[in-house]
């Protein structure tokens, strides 16, 4: 979990119960408990898919209300494709490897299929909770419809078209979103997050994707320690000579460590690796808060300009006015929620690091002295014996 | 072995000197010692607390790990306490050639440890010489250093110096350096090979020549790849002088003597990959494999069915180790430099934290993963300089087993030849008695019962040799799967220690990070 102290609010708790997968779908089991009036219910459950937290998503990004808040950033699509590849390259492999060989890589990748199946769930849960933790968000319509309505909610994925729209729409925002950036702002709060979070932003994405490689290394010599583990035993079992007798010895040795390698490497992936990688969604999320502030800010000012030249050509003045006013009053409304957002963004980052580097080192620990214990137990044996 | 000479029993402790032994490498004649990768330093054996011996059963007790799913711990039979200084130790420490023993005076009565099946009685003057030592206890060590570029462009080679201390009698002084090429070390083996294969000796394969690595050398690439490669050659160089010499008859062998002794060999020009001498042994190898197909021996000695089989099956298994442990070694490098470059990553990243304890914890696990990268790097070095290349030099062992039983099946078919033959000849001389030139009958009678005299003798030694190789086999066997067991068991216990260091580095690191970690507020 990435996200710490979200489950102490009790008249709202939102958690997936359960998730199902299917073909090349997965359905979550969004279970609800609160003593909120506006549901029907107290505790009550409904199946949703992945497009439908991409919607609700989407809906809180489009709505203007929500402009001065850092919308928690969407989860991502849960991919098993490559898991699915290698369970069937697995398949077609089976008539070369031996009956053993065959079930322990079977395991092997059931295991692993099973763990990126409960990381996507834990990542679409981790969204739903931030959103539930939201003094706002939770409020949302959209948010209730998706945790109660029962029935399918029938938001087709976008199709081409928007698709496109959407991918133009990035486009003028990055543009637009260099030009706002370059307008120094007058306030040293935000000239200053502006800064640290386009760095920030940049760094965690360089670590998010070096960890990933340090990951798979460490995953591909656990791999390896495997192998070696199953000739071992394939040496052990060929005859009864002495020197099998001692492949025999040392098989369950390197079979063990290559479960603690492959776990040291599960548990970084899961403290270190997902940690950077919501982060850098989360800063994502936090950027285009300030580039919609920025925006904000920027039509003020044109609101200022066009009032000013109205006034001096003494034409449609109430009307820019109004406008100005508008501008003004949505400026305001952001940058006073943007800055507790971002406040709020920082402490709920510092808690997260420090949770994650603590248990991540605990379990580095834990795993090391397990390395430890076998290898000197082992040791004894072989030196001990003739 | 008959060679293999027995230390004094225990009685006489007092006069040798077990102290070094418990360091742990007692049996593996500290080749290891001179390797130049930073080596783990062994943990002192009388600390090994003897209840690590006894934490048995199902794994550490701990309840938060769980390794409940192996059926049965083959280490559940680790229960009994050994003590290192216990009488039970003392079959290791005494078992074989060990150079860390003192001499022994000659009065001592040195029986061979073995008992070896066949009867022992010893025809050849080689088996003699097995026996025979002047007293001289196996005490040699041998080292391969300095490696130093002589000459430029593509005829510059790399020489090195080898070392021979030993207070053998076979030898003229205690201690000897000479410089030696690749190449002479290629001729040795060359000329060991042409004398001692075809009587059944197993003798230890040369290291491998590889074009692309010297090229690289002698261009003058000084990159890290190339030190590598002579590292790594240096130390294949050690390895096989030291099993050529562990091996009783080849030790006494003059070429043997000669290479460590010598200060100018004669260049083995006959070695060169492209030279004719390389081209016609080629041949002879396509030769001989072809033949193999087509000798078809009567196996009347299932040992050795048993055994070839057996070879077949380990030489398996050994190639596929190999390719995991090599596998292994390219992943930890691997891991090695994404591990250093994430910590770069993660020292910028705790540079823009802007909170400053996150800060200051964020550069400390830069600092902490920087440390654990050199440590993967040497876990490398480890992987593949004691496990890796010990598989490999075993893969190549086993090819010259299989060379040795192939040698033994030529000899069973030449005596067959030969016998058919002298049947042949038989019914030559049969049909001649009914033959009609008297004149000429004569002559060709006695010139036929020359040559069936001839052949007579030749079956008849046929026979011999065919015996002698099967029964120099089944000896050289069994040295060869004492030794093998002896090797890796040190190997092993070398390469655990090391793992066993890394481990210990972890724990360290890891510890000092936490309350680091935890002081985020």
């Not at chain 1, 957002?341 to 397990?370: M, P, Q, S, Y």
């Not at chain 2, 250093?340 to 964020?362: I, Q, V, W, Y």
Request: glycine residues 4%; charged residues 30%.
């Amino acid at each position: 979990v990435i996200n710490v102290d979200l489950q102490t609010d009790a008249t709202l708790q939102v958690d997936i119960s359960d998730a199902l997968s299917e073909r090349d779908k997965v359905k979550f089991t969004v279970h609800t408990k609160s003593t909120l009036p506006n549901f029907k219910q107290n505790e009550f459950s409904v199946v949703r898919q992945h497009e439908e937290f991409i919607w609700l998503h989407d809906s809180f990004v489009e709505n203007e209300e929500y402009a001065g808040y850092i919308i928690p950033p969407a989860p991502p699509r849960p991919d098993f494709d490559a898991s699915r590849e290698k369970l069937q390259k697995l398949g077609e492999g089976e008539g070369s490897m031996t009956k053993e060989e065959f079930t322990k890589m079977k395991q092997e990748l059931e295991a692993e299929y099973l763990a990126i199946f409960k990381k996507t769930v834990a990542m679409h849960e981790v969204f739903l909770c931030r959103v539930a933790a939201h003094p706002v968000l939770r409020k949302d319509l959209n948010f209730h419809v998706f945790l109660e309505y029962n029935q399918d909610l029938s938001v087709r994925g976008k199709n081409k078209r928007e698709k496109m729209e959407d991918f133009f729409k990035n486009v003028v925002k990055s543009a637009d979103g260099v030009l706002v950036a370059g307008v120094k702002d007058v306030d040293d709060f935000f000239e200053h997050e502006k800064t640290f979070l386009l760095e920030y932003h940049n760094r965690v994405k360089d670590a998010s994707a070096k960890s990933d490689r340090m990951i798979r290394s460490h995953k591909s010599a656990a791999d390896d320690i495997n192998r070696i583990a199953s000739t071992l035993y394939t040496l052990g079992t060929q005859d009864s000579t002495d020197v099998c007798k001692y492949w025999t010895k040392l098989f369950p040795l390197f079979s063990k460590l290559s479960k603690i390698e492959a776990r040291v490497a599960a548990d970084e992936d899961l403290k270190l690796a997902d940690l950077l990688k919501y982060y850098l969604r989360e800063s994502q999320a936090a950027k285009d808060l300030l580039y919609r502030r920025g925006r904000a800010l920027v039509d003020y000012e044109n609101a200022n300009k066009a009032l000013d030249k109205a006034r001096a050509k003494n034409k449609d003045v109430l009307q820019a006015e109004t406008s100005q006013q508008v501008c003004c009053q949505k400026f305001e409304k952001i940058s006073e929620s943007a800055k507790q957002e971002l406040i709020d963004f920082k402490t709920r980052r510092v808690a997260a690091f420090r949770k994650n580097l603590v248990e991540l080192a605990e379990l580095e620990l834990k795993h090391a002295k397990g390395n430890l214990q076998l290898l000197q137990s082992c040791l004894g044996v072989l030196k001990g014996d003739t | 072995m008959a060679a293999e000479m027995e230390p004094p029993p225990l009685g006489n402790a007092g006069e040798t000197d077990f102290r070094e032994l418990e360091d742990g490498e007692d049996l593996f004649v500290s080749t290891v010692t001179t390797l130049e990768y930073p080596e783990p330093s062994s943990p002192e054996p009388a600390s090994l607390p003897a209840e690590d011996i006894s934490i048995n059963s199902n794994g550490p007790k701990q309840k938060d790990v769980s390794f409940d799913d192996d059926p049965e711990d083959l280490f559940a039979e680790a229960t009994e306490e050994v003590s290192l200084d216990s009488p039970e130790r003392e079959p290791i420490l005494s078992d074989g050639p060990s150079p860390a023993i003192t001499p022994v005076t000659p009065t001592t009565m040195l029986t061979p440890r073995m008992d070896l099946g066949a009867a022992d009685m010893f025809e050849r003057s080689l088996d003699e010489i097995e026996e025979d030592n002047n007293g001289d206890t196996f005490d040699i060590h041998i080292a391969v250093s300095d490696p130093e570029k002589v000459g430029d462009g593509m005829n510059a080679y790399m020489g090195y110096k080898v070392t021979t201390k030993t207070s053998m009698t076979i030898f003229n002084k205690n201690e000897t350096t000479v410089r030696r090429r690749f190449s002479d070390f290629l001729g040795l083996h060359s000329k060991l090979a042409s004398k001692y294969l075809h009587i059944g000796y197993i003798v230890p394969p040369a290291p491998e020549k590889s074009i692309v690595g010297m090229t690289k050398v002698k261009v003058g690439k000084e990159d890290l790849s190339s030190a590598e490669f002579v590292e790594k050659r240096r130390s294949a160089l050690e390895r096989y002088l030291m099993r050529t010499v562990k091996h009783p008859v080849l030790l006494k062998d003059p070429d043997v003597i000669m290479f460590l002794e010598s200060s100018e060999l004669p260049r083995a020009v006959s070695t060169q990959a492209l030279s004719g001498a390389g081209i016609l042994r080629m041949v002879n190898k396509a030769a001989d494999a072809v033949n193999k197909m087509t000798i078809k021996m009567n196996e009347s000695d299932a040992w050795f069915e048993e055994k070839h089989q057996q070879f077949e099956n380990l030489d398996l298994q050994l190639r596929k180790l190999h390719a995991s442990v090599e596998s292994l070694v390219c992943h930890r490098k691997e891991l090695s430099v994404n591990t250093a470059s994430f910590a770069k990553s993660a020292a910028m990243l705790g540079n823009s934290e802007d909170h400053t304890a996150l800060s200051r914890a964020l550069s400390q696990l830069a600092e902490v993963e920087e440390k654990i990268d050199r440590l993967h790097q040497d876990q490398a070095y480890a992987d593949f300089y004691l496990f890796s290349e010990l598989l490999g030099d075993y893969v190549r062992l086993i090819t010259a087993v299989k060379s040795v039983f192939d040698q033994r099946m030529k000899t069973w078919s030449k005596w067959q030849d030969t016998q058919l033959l002298l049947q042949k000849k038989r019914e030559s001389e049969a049909k001649l008695q009914f033959a009609n030139k008297p004149d000429k009958l004569q002559q060709a009678k006695d010139e036929i019962k020359e040559e069936i005299e001839e052949l007579e003798g030749k079956v008849e030694q046929g026979e011999k040799d065919f015996e002698l190789i099967s029964k120099t086999i089944r000896k050289e066997v069994s040295r060869f799967e004492k030794e093998r067991v002896k090797d890796f068991k040190a190997v092993i216990i070398k390469y655990l220690e090391s793992l066993v260091q890394t481990q210990q580095q972890l724990i360290k690191y890891w510890e000092a990070f936490l309350p680091e970690a935890k002081a985020i507020a």
